[in-house]
């Protein structure tokens, strides 16, 4: 459990496209772009409404790098892209 406003995030890897010539396109060559993860867990401090398995945006500066995962603080979010209680949510009006 993350102490304080901090999160943990699992990067999710940008994907590489080849071309029918054989050219690798590579994501992720702008420095400033916004990185993909997943939130594995969220700090008792933390005043959004991030929860476990949300997919956010995040900026890499002040973000560590600890084994597998990523630590920031939750000023370092830039925003939600999915949620994951929404789509079980809806999944289950559906049946």
Known sequence: MP?????VLSPVEEDNTKTE?????VGGLDVREPKVGVVEAV???VK?????GDTVWYSEYGAVVKGDN???DE??????I???C???EEAEESL
């Open 86 to 88: 929404q789509e079980k």
């Open 21 to 25: 010539s054989g050219i690798l396109l």
């Open 43 to 45: 700090g008792p401090d």
């Open 82 to 84: 999915k949620r994951i």
């Open 48 to 52: 959004s409404d991030f929860s476990i």
């Open 3 to 7: 102490i304080l406003d901090i999160l």
């Open 70 to 72: 990523v630590i920031i």
């Open 75 to 80: 000023k370092g979010i830039y925003c939600i």
